[in-house]
């Protein structure tokens, strides 16, 4: 059984010799190859959970009195990072934790993911609160692609919607009075973000997942920012999260596809690699902070005249009145 998890989630199979490094039980399931530890079930879930504890003390992301909404799109990432947090948040009686769940409209894809994360929420006893683009936007990303707006717009639906769901995950955070915005984003995430960002040649970068406050700003943070994702796909397997595997009929990685593949053949042959990739670009990007103001429009902070959600809206709305 052991071996089998370990294959599936593309754990070392040294995982199936030696014994727990924490509790030294036989049955251990996972080896981490950058600590040289190995881990019983209980132990990599404890473990799981205080990484995370560390990881917002060590950069200050949640406060003992926060509402926190946690972005839920009913994939593994953030359904694990739901069930963490619903642990932590118990020993901070003035937190609180809802979840908040973006419906861009993609028929039968998006229906799976949000009846995974509504079964899941209700499981843990978090409300959940869904948002639509429809309601927000008056129309839904399947509509825009269809009305040939992006095209025209020399613009992906991924990039649309990513950029069109996280405005409205802020709208939707503020709708729910919270304080700040969990994001289920891992390491490998963060630095894949990093690197995209140099190979784009975009220099205006800002650190992603760190608590940056201002006036009108609902901050967003990720908890999983020093947590390799395989790790939460061990997770997810480990506590039998159902989630949606499916990948978004619309998904095109076309940029980040070959950054992923070489830092996880990277990480692979140079254990820690990641942590070492995070440290120093960060340390690069915080002694550059870029100029923000407030997008015209919405508020929102923004390096552009107005913001780039702004921007594609309109620009949506103006050819679909045509
Ligand atoms: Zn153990
Ligand atoms: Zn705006």
Request: hydrophobic share 40%.
């Amino acid at each position: 059984m052991e071996q089998v998890l370990a294959l599936r989630t593309g754990a070392s199979l040294e995982a199936s010799t030696g014994s727990c490094t924490f509790c030294g039980s036989e049955r251990v399931v996972y080896f981490r190859r950058y600590s040289g530890e190995r881990l019983c079930a209980r132990c990599f879930n404890r473990s799981m959970v205080d990484r995370v504890r560390r990881t917002i003390s060590k950069y200050n992301l949640l406060r003992p009195w926060d509402r926190i909404a946690v972005a839920v799109s009913g994939g593994k990432d953030s359904l694990s990072l739901l069930k963490i947090l619903s642990e932590i948040e118990r020993d901070y009686p003035r937190a609180s934790l809802v979840a908040i769940t973006i419906d861009e409209g993609i028929p039968v894809y998006r229906e799976e993911a949000i009846r995974h994360a509504e079964t899941y929420a209700e499981k843990l006893g978090i409300e959940l609160r869904r948002l639509s683009f429809k309601e927000l936007y008056g129309f839904t990303l399947t509509e825009a692609v269809e009305s040939g707006a992006m095209e025209k717009m020399g613009l992906k639906p991924c990039t649309v919607c990513g950029v069109l769901r996280r405005k409205a995950i802020t709208l939707a955070a503020r709708r729910v009075g919270a304080t700040v915005v969990a994001t289920a984003h891992t390491l490998d995430d963060i630095v894949q973000t990093y690197l995209l960002n140099v190979f784009r040649g975009d220099a205006s970068m800002a650190p992603v997942g760190l608590r940056r406050e201002g006036e009108g700003v609902v901050p967003r943070v990720a908890p999983f920012r020093l947590t390799p994702e395989r790790e939460v796909v061990f997770y997810a397997y480990l506590n039998k999260i159902p989630f949606q595997a499916e990948a978004c009929p619309y998904a095109s990685q076309a940029m980040r596809d070959p950054i992923r593949r070489f830092l996880t053949s990277y990480e692979e042959t140079y254990p820690g690699a990641l942590y070492a990739a995070l440290n120093t670009l960060e340390k690069l990007i915080q002694a550059k902070p870029q100029p923000q103001h407030p997008c015209p429009t919405c508020g929102e902070p923004t390096t552009r005249p107005i913001c780039r959600a702004c921007e594609i809206e309109e620009a949506i709305k103006r050819h679909m009145r045509r």
